[in-house]
């Protein structure tokens, strides 16, 4: 049984994993063309804990369609700097941000943040 809340994030069963791997193979041995998606299993629920917060999931809406700056995502969010900062570290340590330095013309350099996949992200948790 699926539990969704949002049409971005979704917790499911062992079972439902199991079903969706099933359901891989044998489009596999099909040949027909699979889709990308990220699965992050979380074993300890610190680690679940660190990384879910509503706050993590505007930003990755944020970030869906267009790169944004740190300062920029703070801006649109009403959130310091350092707190954004703090969870695109979170986010790029679980694969599913990425940041690069550009040029910014007259300034110097700024991190720009984007998504790392444009795939699916799955969260499993095993208790």
């Known amino acids: 049984m699926s539990i969704q809340k949002n049409p971005d994030v979704a917790a499911h069963s062992k079972s439902d994993f199991f079903a969706k791997g099933k359901k891989i193979a044998a489009a596999a041995d099909k040949k027909s063309k699979l889709t990308p998606s990220k699965t992050i ?3 300890d629920h610190k680690d679940l804990l660190k990384f879910l917060s509503e706050n993590k999931f505007d930003l990755i809406n944020l970030i869906r369609n267009q790169p944004m700056s740190i300062s920029d995502l703070a801006r649109k ?4 700097r350092a707190s954004v900062t703090k969870d695109v570290n979170t ?10 330095m550009t040029v910014n013309a007259g300034h ?5 943040i984007k ?8 969260l499993q948790i095993r208790f």
């Open 41 to 43: 299993w979380f074993e």
């Open 77 to 80: 969010l009403h959130r310091n």
């Open 91 to 100: 986010l790029e340590e679980f694969g599913l941000v990425k940041s690069e």
């Open 108 to 112: 110097g350099r700024v991190r720009m």
């Open 115 to 122: 998504p790392a996949t444009k795939s699916e992200v799955t």
